[in-house]
């Protein structure tokens, strides 16, 4: 279902997406109802973000379905719901209709996303599940790790958006050759005409040299910006990351893409 599309230029201002999972973990650590990530996310978009990310996973460890219902109708800015290639999901994502789904590998044993997803190997159910949400008209984008076959194979799937895994990155930024990773593949993406997202292990540290890749259009960040809340508050927390980004960029962020910038 791929359709030829146009290179997609760079984009002048780049999105944050606050990701507010680890807001639910620790009100699951107690399985009550504080800290309220419905609340977080309103905190989060009065100090800047572009949009709220939640990752419903299958064992629901931290977001519930419940907060997903929600945040739908409260979220002023967009909702990116990430979620795994599963059935289960794909109707929930249908009758939520987030802004954006977001498709994550997603193994039970696992303590956070650890890889992309084999866009290839898992290419049949995968292009199902597209296609049932390019029908429903969302906006659907594929968590994968910076290789060229695989932003190649995504393109083919015919999907809006490619998010690339920051995690080697973060974990080896002082190594070149992972932000030089990161910088092909967002080239080689926005020349097949897909949208370009990043994220994972970033922090307002390690965000500068991802944030000034100009093909980057929106960064989902989430551990690090709920952890130093802890120390500076929720708010502050969003906007130093938000001012790093924006010093990457040569301060070019002020205008706003705003909120649906897609
Ligand atoms: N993007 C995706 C697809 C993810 O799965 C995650 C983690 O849930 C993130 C971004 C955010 O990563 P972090 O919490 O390390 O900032």
Sequence with gaps: MSDAQPSRPPVA????????????????ARRGDEPDPVAAAQVCEDA???GITVHLREDRRHIQDRDVERLAP????VLNLEMAA??????LALGLRPAQVTIVPERREEVTTEGGLDVRRGGGRLARHVAALHD???????????DDDTVRASADLGVAAI????????????DPRTRAALAAAASLGASLGLAVHAGHGLTA???????AIPEVEELNIGHSIVSRAVFMGLAESVRAVRRAMDAARGGVAVDGGGASGH
């Design 13 to 28: 201002y780049q999105r944050l997406y606050v990701n507010i999972d680890h807001v639910a973990t620790l009100r699951q």
């Design 48 to 50: 800047g973000a572009d």
């Design 74 to 77: 409260i979220v002023r800015t």
């Design 86 to 91: 599963a059935d289960e999901m794909v109707a």
């Design 136 to 146: 429903a008209g969302l906006r659907t984008s594929l968590f994968i790790v910076p």
């Design 163 to 174: 998010e690339l895994h920051t995690g080697p990155y973060a974990h080896a930024s002082h």
């Design 205 to 211: 540290d390690n965000v500068g040299p991802v944030a």
